[in-house]
């Protein structure tokens, strides 16, 4: 997987991941809401994926964090600038938490399967009956992501093409799963520190050697 981290829009640089022909681009547009649109030419108006592994660590680690964070309920960490105190942290986040868990509040149940591990996210552009569908998996050591169109017309509707084209939209004012739409941001302020693994300056993690070495494994063996 090759990432690159380009231009700036709103303050915020674009994050493009690449694997082969698939693009996953993460960007600001002008309304300062968060976009999500993968790409590939060879496919037509049908599912299209993208799988996060342990090759760059700081980014398996962001969509890690991401998970326990929706998991957990964690919408208010000690990163948040309004939130400059433990005790406030901690209280809004008990808050959260009760809301979530005892009066499902938030719309939780639909965007999170406990037992399955799969986060859905239905794109805010338009109703969900419109609106093409975002799926997150945590399957052993790897994130899948599923990107859905919903119908050649929706797809043209949503700002996606059908021809290799989903965007998924994170509203950061009315969403419809406010408050978790701050976690996907905090994924993606993590990602604009991240760098690519082909990088000079690049440090190798844990997360990457292991990957590598049983990587190397699996191809010793075939």
Not at 57 to 72: C, P, T
Not at 109 to 127: A, G, Q
Request: hydrophobic letters at 35%; proline letters at 1%; a negative charge.
């Amino acid at each position: 997987m090759e990432i690159v981290i380009s231009g700036i829009n709103n303050g915020f640089k674009d994050i493009t991941l690449i694997d082969g022909n698939v693009r996953l681009i993460m960007s600001i547009y002008g309304n300062g809401d968060l976009y999500w649109t993968i790409t590939d030419d060879s496919k037509l108006i049908k599912n299209m994926f993208f799988t996060i592994t342990r090759e760059n660590g700081a980014v398996y680690s962001a969509f890690q964090d991401l998970f326990a964070d929706i998991e957990n309920v964690n919408v208010c960490t000690l990163d948040d600038d309004s939130f400059n105190y433990n005790y406030e942290t901690k209280k809004y986040n008990i808050i959260y938490r009760e809301k979530t868990f005892k009066y499902d509040f938030y719309h939780y149940s639909e965007l999170y399967d406990i037992e399955n591990k799969t986060i859905t996210w239905c794109s805010d552009e338009f109703s969900h009956d419109n609106a093409n569908i975002l799926k997150i998996r945590k399957i052993d050591d790897e994130f899948e992501l599923e990107f859905i169109p919903k119908s050649i017309l929706s797809g043209f509707i949503n700002g996606s093409s059908n021809i290799g084209r989903v965007t998924i939209k994170f509203c950061n004012s009315g969403s419809y799963y406010a408050p978790f739409n701050v976690m996907f941001m905090r994924l993606f302020n993590k990602l604009q520190l991240v760098d690519d693994v082909k990088d000079i300056k690049h440090q190798v993690s844990i997360d990457e050697y292991m990957y590598n070495q049983n990587k190397g494994k699996c191809l010793m063996k075939r």
